[in-house]
Every structure is written in structure tokens, then in C-alpha cells.
């Protein structure tokens, strides 16, 4: 019953703010320095395309692609007119090493514009070559993350991964083959596919612990409104009971000899490397998003550049950031996502929220606290508030329902 709240709760007030209407001119707000600032880099170029992924890709083709990492080079010397700098970097897809070379350039140029100090990767299977981690490990990447998604051979081809990047046991030696090399390697994984057993996630499990890999993803499978019919042809219909006895038990098996990074990022590191993770929305109250169809959070104001990549290459050869539409958060809207973005990654500091808003930020937040705490999701203490065991799975649930209602907006600007 409290899941389903949540759930209905969450989609209604989420969906509400993803809408962007009534602006006729986006915008970007003036640049300043911040040093907790990202920069989101969108590559996205595929050798082909997963059925249940509705991030803006497209299938591969070099020269597209090589001015397109020239156009995103161009793109972030925009950023740096506009005076904004960045200390981290996560470069997302699509797959950012689909070439390589241009990712290395892309990466160097970053660090003569800005005052970069950690940078994360995401890539596939197939890319965990020699010389690829050679050029990532030249280039100062700190974190790799590889889409694994799972080892099972017969989920792997429901997929249409296996013929792309081999059977579960091959990708599992391409892992281990890897660790050490950087100072995070995380596996990207998914659960709750409907034709995915008890057994076949405690496999996956089993691989992950005896690899005892850096760090572990593990989403909730996400449909998009478009991508449904897809999803469920594949692997039939997606069954929500079964997800919170998945996560329960995927939380069971790796602790404790990982730790919660966020409600559905498991970490063996306690120093500094394991702050990246996937969501870096939790660690970096700003963010910018450069690339076709990447989405930036920057002083309250959420955009969107365009999706169509030939315009958007277009657009910043002419000088200009490539908007398709901005909205600007209200008071209320800003604390309600900083409220959602640090407890996913486990606690709320209240004297660096009232400091952020000069002043009361309670009278944004009272219903909402109180709903969890009777539902038993957050305890208080020391003037922060802290997520439970038990309400951890909650905000799975919300942060499903917050990159559905992004997927779904996606969707809509690609249509």
C-alpha cells in the first residue's frame, strides 16, 4: 500500500516538473565559478540499440560521429565564454568510447578549460580492450563503468547484448581482466526484467562478489511510455512486486562488504574515489549538459539542448548553445529536488539546506517529512536526517519514477 502512494505520489509531482511550456527563449543563467559544478558529456553513438533504453542514440556512423565530438569540443569552449568551470566530468550514451581518439581529445581539452579533478566513464563490453584502457588510463579517468546489465546468457540475448558483447562468461573475464586499472571499475547492472528468476539474479550476485568489483549499479528495469511495447515483447510485462524482493535481495547479498552510495549504488571504497557514481546528481548540486538531447540542472534552472544531432551540430558551429527548452524551478520546486537527490544518496544535512535558502526551509518540506517518517523511511538525528533500511527501497521507487518521467520527456522531444 505504501509503495503503490509513493509511486502515484512521485510520478504525479515529478511528471508535473519535467513539463517545459510557456518559453519561447531558453536559457542557460550566467556563468559564474563553482568548483562542485559537473560537466556532462553526451555521446550518442551505438553499434546498435537496446530495446529498453530511451536515452537520446542512434546507430553508428563515424563521420556523423567525428563531428560531433568536434562540435561537443566546441560546445564546452561556449561554457567557459559563458564563465562557468567544472571539477568533474561524467561522460555518458550512448558509448563515449565509440571512438576513442576523439573521447581522448575531448577529455584533454576539458582539462585545459576547466579545473578538472575526477573524471568517470561509461562504456560497453566490448570496448575493454588493451589499448582502449591504455588511451582512458592516458586520458585520467578515474572511473569506469561498464554496462553489463546481467551475466545470464538467455537474458543477454532477450537483450540483443550477446551477439554484441559476448556471453555472460566472457564479459565476466573482460571485468576482472580490468580491475585495478582505474580507481573505481563499476558494473552497471539491471533487475526486475519479468523472464529474470530468483536463481539467475543470485548468479549474477555470485559473479559480482567473487570478482569483489569496485563498485556495483544496480537499477530497477525503467519503461518509458515509447519503449514499453518493446520491453515487454522482449520480456514480457514488468511485474512491480517482484522488484522490491529483487532489491531486497540484491541489498542482502552485498552487504556488508559493500556500502550504500546511494540507494541502489553499492561501493567497496570508503576514500574519495567512490564518491563518482552513476548519479552524480546526488554528489554535485549542479550540473551541465552538453551533447544532443543532454539534460543540465544549473542555479534552479533545468534545459535541454536539442535532440536532432545534425541541428545540433549546426547550431554550436554558429556559435551558439544548442537549447531546446529551459524551465526555471521555484523556490519550492529547488528544495523539493534537493530533498529527493540527497537522501537517494542517504542523508540530508538541514544547516546546509537552511544556509542554501537563507532560511525556513520546513514549511516547503513538513508533509513530506512527516509522511516518511510515519512510513518509517527517515530518522532524524544531529540536525540531518537519515534514510533507513527500510526506506531505501522507497527511494528507489522515487528516483524509478524521476528517470521515467526524464525518459518520457526525452520521448516526447524525439517525436
Known amino acids: 500500500m505504501i509503495n503503490t502512494w509513493i509511486t502515484r505520489i512521485a510520478r504525479r509531482e515529478i511528471s508535473r516538473s519535467m513539463t517545459f511550456?510557456?518559453?519561447?527563449?531558453?536559457?542557460?543563467?550566467?556563468?559564474?565559478?563553482?568548483?562542485?559544478?559537473?560537466?556532462?558529456?553526451?555521446?550518442?553513438?551505438?553499434?546498435?540499440?537496446?530495446?529498453?533504453?530511451?536515452f537520446n542514440r542512434v546507430t553508428f556512423e563515424e563521420a556523423l560521429a567525428r563531428d560531433y565530438f568536434a562540435a561537443l569540443r566546441k560546445e564546452m569552449h561556449l561554457?567557459?565564454?559563458?564563465?562557468?568551470?567544472?571539477?568533474?566530468?561524467?561522460?555518458?550514451?550512448?558509448?563515449?568510447?565509440?571512438?576513442?581518439?576523439?573521447?581522448?581529445?575531448?577529455?584533454?581539452?576539458?582539462?585545459?578549460?576547466?579545473?578538472?579533478r575526477e573524471v568517470s566513464v561509461e562504456t560497453n563490453p566490448n570496448h575493454l580492450t588493451d589499448e582502449n584502457i591504455r588511451i582512458l588510463k592516458r586520458a585520467g579517468v578515474n572511473r569506469l563503468s561498464v554496462g553489463i546489465q546481467s551475466f545470464d546468457d538467455g537474458l543477454l540475448q532477450s537483450m540483443d547484448r550477446y551477439e554484441k558483447y559476448g556471453s555472460g562468461r566472457e564479459i565476466a573475464a573482460r571485468m576482472k581482466s580490468t580491475l585495478g586499472c582505474f580507481d573505481t571499475l563499476n558494473a552497471d547492472m539491471i533487475f526486475n526484467f519479468s523472464s529474470q528468476t530468483p536463481e539467475s539474479l543470485d548468479r549474477d550476485l555470485d559473479i559480482l562478489t567473487e570478482m569483489a568489483v569496485d563498485q556495483v549499479t544496480y537499477y530497477p528495469l525503467m519503461v518509458s511510455d515509447v519503449t514499453r511495447e518493446k520491453v515487454e515483447k522482449a520480456f514480457g510485462r514488468v511485474n512491480?512486486?517482484?522488484?522490491?524482493?529483487?532489491?531486497?535481495?540484491?541489498?542482502?547479498?552485498?552487504?556488508?562488504?559493500?556500502?550504500?552510495?546511494?540507494?541502489?549504488c553499492f561501493s567497496r571504497r570508503t576514500s574519495a574515489p567512490a564518491s563518482i557514481i552513476d548519479e552524480y546528481v546526488v554528489d554535485y548540486d549542479d550540473y551541465a549538459g552538453l551533447g544532443s538531447g543532454s539534460?543540465?540542472?544549473?542555479?534552479?534552472?533545468?534545459?535541454?539542448?536539442?535532440?536532432?544531432?545534425?541541428?545540433?551540430?549546426?547550431?554550436v558551429e554558429r556559435g551558439n548553445i544548442p537549447l531546446m527548452a529551459s524551465r526555471n524551478f521555484g523556490r519550492k520546486e529547488r528544495i523539493h529536488y534537493d530533498f529527493l537527490m540527497k537522501?537517494?544518496?542517504?542523508?540530508?544535512?538541514?544547516?546546509?539546506?537552511?544556509?542554501?535558502?537563507?532560511?525556513?526551509?520546513?514549511?516547503?518540506?513538513?508533509?513530506?517529512?512527516?509522511?516518511?517518517?510515519?512510513?518509517?523511511?527517515?530518522?532524524y538525528w544531529d540536525d540531518q536526517f537519515f534514510v533507513t533500511d527500510r526506506g531505501r527501497y522507497y527511494w528507489v521507487i522515487m528516483m524509478r519514477e524521476f528517470f521515467t518521467a526524464v525518459n518520457n520527456f526525452r520521448d516526447f522531444c524525439r517525436i
Not at 556563468?31 to 546498435?48: N, Q
Not at 522488484?243 to 559493500?258: M, Q, S, V
Open 21 to 54: 511550456t510557456g518559453q519561447d527563449k531558453p536559457a542557460i543563467p550566467p556563468g559564474d565559478v563553482k568548483e562542485s559544478r559537473l560537466l556532462y558529456l553526451h555521446v550518442p553513438f551505438c553499434e546498435r540499440l537496446c530495446p529498453y533504453c530511451s
Open 343 to 379: 537522501l537517494f544518496g542517504g542523508r540530508l544535512d538541514l544547516p546546509w539546506l537552511r544556509e542554501k535558502y537563507e532560511g525556513n526551509v520546513f514549511r516547503h518540506l513538513w508533509y513530506v517529512i512527516l509522511a516518511f517518517r510515519l512510513a518509517g523511511g527517515l530518522r
Open 295 to 315: 539534460i543540465g540542472y544549473l542555479k534552479g534552472t533545468c534545459y535541454a539542448n536539442t535532440f536532432n544531432i545534425t541541428e545540433y551540430i549546426d547550431r
Open 79 to 116: 561554457y567557459r565564454e559563458a564563465g562557468y568551470d567544472f571539477s568533474g566530468i561524467y561522460a555518458g550514451g550512448g558509448t563515449p568510447t565509440i571512438l576513442i581518439d576523439e573521447l581522448e581529445a575531448t577529455l584533454a581539452q576539458a582539462r585545459t578549460f576547466f579545473n578538472i
Open 240 to 264: 512491480g512486486l517482484q522488484e522490491e524482493r529483487f532489491y531486497r535481495r540484491i541489498a542482502k547479498r552485498l552487504l556488508p562488504g559493500y556500502r550504500f552510495s546511494s540507494s541502489w
